[in-house]
């Protein structure tokens, strides 16, 4: 069973930064691809980036050239730099990891931690 483990999430004014990080830990398989989502309060949960093993970034329109993916697959760790917050911004964020198990994709997810951008 994976689990992951996020920390960083908190108060911050419009145009400052916050780093989310995930750990994933349990299990004896690394992820695939790692990503982090978010959940605004009334809204779906969105993507918000991506990052394959190899290191191919995927992400959301709204956040491109301010947030930053990136991962430590030694460490099976996902890292989220986020500058130029905005607070369109605020939101829970989720951490994912796809885990290729016995020839079949299975999600994890972590339990989320919030960003709140002030304006």
């Known amino acids: 069973q994976v689990q992951l483990a996020e920390s960083g999430g908190g108060l911050v004014q419009a145009g400052g930064s916050l780093r989310l990080s995930c750990a994933a830990s349990?299990?004896?398989?690394?992820?695939?691809?790692m990503g982090w989502y978010r959940q605004a309060p009334g809204k779906q949960r969105e993507l918000v980036a991506t990052i394959t093993r190899p290191g191919i970034t995927n992400y959301e329109d709204s956040v491109k050239g301010r947030f930053t993916i990136s991962r430590d697959n030694a460490k099976n760790t996902v890292h989220l730099q986020m500058n130029s917050l905005k607070p369109e911004d605020t939101a829970v964020y989720y951490c994912n990891a796809r885990v290729l198990i016995w020839g079949v994709y299975r999600d994890y997810w972590g339990q989320g931690t919030q960003v709140t951008v002030s304006s």
């Open positions: 349990g299990g004896s398989f690394s992820p695939d691809n």
